[in-house]
């Protein structure tokens, strides 16, 4: 009688553990996910255009006086707009 019981509660420990690992592996599991898609455009962080607020990758952009820019035609409008208020 006291070995079936003994059997019980390591059986139930056993139970309770492999379900606590199973979560922690699930909550991992999604970490690592979460960790993909944070990664998806590394060392390329979107920036925002100066003149017509659209976001575009760094690659992608034109930097101008600290200011991101998505094309030549905006940063020149961007400088004109801004010497013209000097
Ligand atoms: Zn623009």
Redesign the pocket.
């Known amino acids: 009688m006291n070995l079936l019981l003994i059997r019980l509660i390591i059986f139930a420990v056993l139970f309770f553990a492999g379900l606590k690992l199973y979560r922690m592996y699930r909550e991992w599991k999604q970490d690592q996910n979460a960790d993909g898609q944070q990664d998806a455009s590394p060392g390329n962080p979107m920036v925002r255009?100066a003149?017509?607020k659209?976001h575009l990758p760094e690659s992608d952009a034109l930097r101008e006086k600290g200011e991101w820019?998505?094309?030549p035609d905006?940063r020149d409008k961007y400088l004109a707009e801004r010497s013209s208020e000097e």
């Open positions: 255009c003149w017509c659209v820019f998505c094309s905006h």
